[in-house]
């Protein structure tokens, strides 16, 4: 190796060397500066000595400037001049003495010229012939369709003639000028023609060789040098004028192709190097410099293309990265890695190629042989070392494996050996782990039974007393023998124990969801009425603050949907309620949006409304209901209670100009009525029937201007309870109720999101899955009117109450004695038993934890006989666990309520399995014309559409002085109208006018 690398320095060296000499000896010859001689005996005539140079400086020196300056002989058989900026003037004189040969042309055997200029002298009175061509204009500008600049000569015999020519380049110019006869020029060509044939047919099959190991063996090596010799390709036909010739012919051959070309060539160099040596994992370090280099690379070329020291930079560019991959090559070989010494002596030829025709180029050293045939020479040496270097390399990948699959051999043995033994000590972890295992399922299966029966006998504890309180109080409240101050206190301990419930029912749930046995109990149910009950319970608890409520929602959203109404119910109420809790000024805004989910593809959300958020609806000026307070001077503070100039008005609760906030309590244009709940318009897409499969994305967004929560109590916020510090403040809530509806939230689908700040308020998003449903798809309500007594002609009934707790059985007493039922009552299972088989009740109250015997074993024994099974027995009892309820109806119940109960459950559970018929107190009439006993539809249609949207917006918002307002326009024709509205309105009946108008679609 260190021999064959000294030869290769050796030999370079004589090559310059022998160069020089020979350019010395060409000074000496007899034809410099003479006319060149044309006879019939020699067809091609070599002008390197007989040319004269002027070099013009200044670029702009015409032919009749130039015929009288001063020119330099040539001392050169093939004048190499290196890299010029200036214009090149050659003359030369020519006699022809031939008589034979009449066809002779000048042939410039070089394609670098970017223009070549050519000037036949052709006497005083004509003047010169002259003839603009170059590798810099169009192809079509030569007189011959060839790749070299090539001139007829229209020679008269025995006649000496002068010869111009003006060469400008960007590259080395070397003027290999020649004369030939045409018969000798072409078939020289010929022979020219065919070593570039072999050469192209060489680099065709390298690249199409080389691709096919890369495709086989996912070597980059291989693809990089395929793009090292696409370069070299592109750039040989640039340089030898071909791809002028027939590929971009159309179009100048500038040298900024040719400087992509060697750009590609010497960076696919670099990656090559950089993968065939591995130098990211054995040389870091020049492996960075070598990414680094190529970088520079590119930018240095492309910055200097259009610039006169384009060459210059790719032939330093050139050179540079030769001898660093010269480097890293030969460090790699020092390191012993075997086919770093084929790579070496691979990369060496095209790099004596690189670096001779960078020293030709520069004009250090002469044009010759050596120089022209200098890349078909080096490229084909290179394609056979790196062939050994390839061989070398799989040889040495067959030797790694080999080594490798021994050195796995011993491993295996010593790996089965360690197995054997630490499979013998894993047994015995095994072994003992395993039991310590078995100990703790048990101990945690007591600990789940124990925690289980906690929950239960809690549960069982706390809802039966609570069942007596809320039972009593609703009897209580029926009565109307009770003072108004009495009513109040019992409606203040009906209100307590269910808040006391509502904790448990807290508790209860999140010991469900830790367990992980909550469930969803999806129905059918119309969402916009959930969203109005929701408005009209909330919204006088904001209004007794100050603060406005306000609800709103797209047109597109679905107004019946399919999920679990009361976990969403639980989800809203808590999350309105903190907004109200928190917020002392300003207001509460909730926002519902969806998004559809094709039935064909229930993964394709549908396209978003074109504004953003996508909670937005209609055309608001305000892209976001901000959390400012105060005044406002832009149209974006929907929940300030100042003053807005705005076209957004804010939650004030008088008379609206805006057409934007749908739910405000004012006056509206009645343009946008969301969440009507009487006649579609038929424009509402989401009050059309849709598909049952049909699904959708509901988003809800819950805003207050309240105090807002500090960032660091976020990540803690939904933690069980826990308290943000405005919560401690407060003195109020237990901490259950956020994480809670985050079960909620997620059980259905979807996850909550809170963004906050400290005195602006706090925004909380969440989004719930749901399937689009239809109407007809709803459950038919039960009535919750107050039952006051039975209707006629029905059998007295006979009813068994069975409960160990003498309050629990006087509160049935007490809410059926008083219809006519006939009544007995039970302490336990067994005297139940004996009531049932001399008194043959029709239907059983049966507590089902009793002493002596439970409600379990009297409900079997009773249904297991035939006529049993003609007593309805409903289970009444305190626990709330779902598993419980399969129990209780596997022994035989027929129906389940728990405890606490609402009177209307148990009335309509006995008309469910007996039949029986009651009659209601009457209420506030139906929203029907004909229910009405003054004011009807009719009355109401002989009034204008616009005034009839500004009452029913004025009833839905309670502002009864509106009303008034709206009442003095009637006209006094319709004095009767007047007079039932305003009847209607001293009675505070604004709840019939809304039904009513709930009827028209404006």
């Not at 570039?196 to 060489?202: C, E, K, N, P, Q």
């Not at 070598?290 to 690379?297: M, P």
């Not at 090559?329 to 790099?351: D, G, N």
């Not at 509160?811 to 043959?840: D, R, S, T, V």
């Amino acid at each position: 190796m260190k021999r064959l690398l000294i030869l290769i320095i050796v030999s370079f060296c004589l090559l310059i060397s022998t160069s020089k000499i020979y350019a010395q000896n060409n000074q000496n010859l007899k034809h410099i500066n003479n006319p060149v001689i044309l006879t019939d005996e020699n067809t091609k005539y070599p002008l390197g000595l007989h040319l004269e140079i002027f070099e013009d400086q200044t670029r702009e020196l015409t032919i009749e400037d130039v015929v009288d300056q001063e020119f330099t002989p040539s001392n050169q058989n093939i004048p190499n001049l290196g890299v010029k900026t200036s214009a090149i003037w050659v003359r030369f004189r020519v006699k022809n003495q031939a008589s034979v040969t009449q066809k002779w042309i000048l042939s410039l055997n070089d394609t670098r010229a970017g223009t070549v200029n050519f000037y036949f002298d052709q006497g005083e009175k004509k003047g010169f012939k002259i003839i603009k061509t170059g590798r810099f204009l169009p192809f079509n500008t030569r007189e011959f369709n060839h790749r070299f600049f090539i001139f007829s000569l229209p020679f008269a015999e025995d006649n000496e003639t002068t010869i111009y020519l003006r060469l400008t380049s960007k590259a080395g110019l070397v003027i290999p000028l020649n004369i030939y006869s045409w018969e000798t020029f072409f078939q020289e060509d010929q022979n020219h023609v065919l070593s570039l044939g072999i050469a192209y047919g060489t680099f065709v099959i390298m690249i199409g060789y080389n691709l096919f190991l890369f495709i086989s063996l996912k070597d980059k090596s291989y693809l990089h040098f395929v793009l090292f010799i696409i370069g070299y390709l592109w750039f040989r036909l640039c340089r030898d004028g071909i791809g002028h010739q027939l590929l971009w012919n159309n179009f100048p051959n500038y040298y900024e192709i040719q400087s992509f070309a060697l750009l590609l060539m010497l960076f696919s160099w670099i990656k090559f190097t950089q993968s065939f040596l591995k130098t990211k994992k054995y040389l870091p370090q020049i492996d960075r410099f070598l990414f680094i280099l190529s970088l520079v690379l590119v930018m240095v070329i492309i910055i200097s293309m259009p610039t006169k020291w384009n060459n210059i930079s790719v032939i330093f560019n050139g050179i540079f990265i030769s001898f660093i991959i010269l480097i890293t090559a030969l460090i790699r070989w020092r390191q012993r890695y075997k086919p770093s010494q084929y790579f070496l002596l691979a990369m060496l030829s095209p790099l004596l190629g690189i670096i001779i025709r960078s020293f030709s180029a520069l004009g250090f050293i002469p044009y010759g042989f050596y120089v022209e045939n200098r890349s078909n020479f080096t490229f084909s040496l290179s394609v056979l070392l790196f062939s050994f270097a390839l061989a070398d390399r799989i040889n040495l990948i067959q030797d790694e494996r080999e080594k490798a699959q021994n050195q796995a051999l011993k491993n295996v043995e010593i790996n089965q050996k360690l197995i054997k033994e630490q499979n013998i000590i894993l047994e015995k972890k095994v072994v003992e782990r395993t039991e310590e295992l078995s100990i703790a399922k048990e101990k945690a299966e007591v600990a789940n039974q124990a925690k289980s029966s906690f929950i239960a006998n809690m549960s069982h504890e706390l809802r039966t007393p609570l069942n007596a309180i809320l039972g009593f109080s609703q009897i209580m409240m029926r009565s109307q023998s009770l003072s108004q101050e009495q009513k109040e206190n019992t409606t203040i301990i009906n209100k307590s124990g269910n808040y006391l419930l509502t904790l448990i029912n807290n508790i209860l749930d999140l010991s469900k969801i830790e367990a992980g046995k909550m469930t969803l109990n999806a129905k059918t149910f119309d969402f916009y009425s959930l969203l109005n009950e929701l408005e009209d319970l909330l919204h006088i608890t904001a209004e007794n603050k100050g603060l406005t409520l306000i609800f709103d929602h797209q047109d597109d959203v679905p107004r019946y949907i399919y999920t679990d109404e009361t976990k969403l119910r639980q989800v809203l109420i808590n999350l309105i309620n903190n907004g109200i809790k928190f917020t002392s000024e300003g207001g509460v805004s909730v926002t519902v949006g969806s998004q559809k989910k094709s039935p064909l593809n229930p993964l394709e959300i549908q396209k978003e409304s074109p504004l953003n958020p996508p909670l937005e609806r209609g055309k608001s000026s305000g892209k976001n209901l901000p959390l400012e307070r105060g005044k406002s001077s832009g149209k974006n503070l929907p929940l300030e209670r100042g003053e807005s100039s705005g076209k957004n008005l804010p939650l004030e609760r008088g008379e609206s100009s805006g057409k934007n906030l749908p739910l405000e309590r004012g006056k509206s244009s009645g343009k946008n009525l969301p969440l009507e709940r009487g006649k579609s318009s038929g424009k509402n897409p989401s009050l059309e029937r849709r598909e049952s499969n049909e699904k959708a994305t509901i988003i809800f967004e819950i805003r207050d201007t309240g105090a807002g929560i500090a960032e660091a109590e976020i990540p803690k916020l939904f933690e069980a309870f826990s308290q943000t510090e405005t919560g401690k403040n407060s003195q109020e809530g237990t901490g259950l109720g956020l994480p809670i509806s985050r079960k909620f939230v997620q059980l259905m689908g979807g996850d909550i999101t809170v963004n906050s700040q400290v005195g602006k308020g706090t925004i909380f998003r969440f989004e719930i899955q749901v399937n689009v449903a239809d109407k007809t798809d709803i459950e038919i309500e039960q009535n919750s009117h107050h039952v006051i007594a039975l209707k006629p002609h029905q059998p007295r009934y006979k009813i068994l109450i069975v409960d160990d707790r003498p309050t629990n059985r006087l509160l049935l007493i007490k809410l059926l004695q008083p219809l006519g039922f006939e009544l007995k009552e039970a302490e336990n299972g067994k005297q139940a038993i004996e009531i049932w088989e001399k008194w043959q009740p029709n239907l059983i109250w049966m507590d089902m934890r009793m002493p002596v015997m439970d409600g379990y074993e009297a409900t079997q024994i009773i249904k297991g006989t035939t006529k049993g099974n003609a007593t309805a027995i409903i289970a009444l009892t305190a626990s709330v666990l779902e598993e419980q309820k399969a129990i209780i109806l596997s022994a035989g119940c027929d129906d389940f309520v728990r405890k606490p109960f609402r009177e209307s459950i148990i009335f309509e559970t006995m008309k469910k399995h007996l039949g029986v018929e009651y009659i209601y107190q009457q209420e506030t009439p139906a929203p029907t014309a004909s229910e009405l006993p003054s004011l009807t539809v009719e009355d109401l249609e002989k009034m204008p559409s616009e005034w009839l949207e500004e009452l029913y917006d004025a009833a839905k918002a309670l502002d009864d002085d509106s009303i008034l307002e709206l009442i003095a326009q009637i006209p006094v024709e319709q004095s009767l109208l007047a007079e039932k509205l305003t009847n209607l309105v001293d009675n505070f009946q604004l709840k019939t006018i809304r039904q009513l108008l709930e009827l028209f679609d404006f």
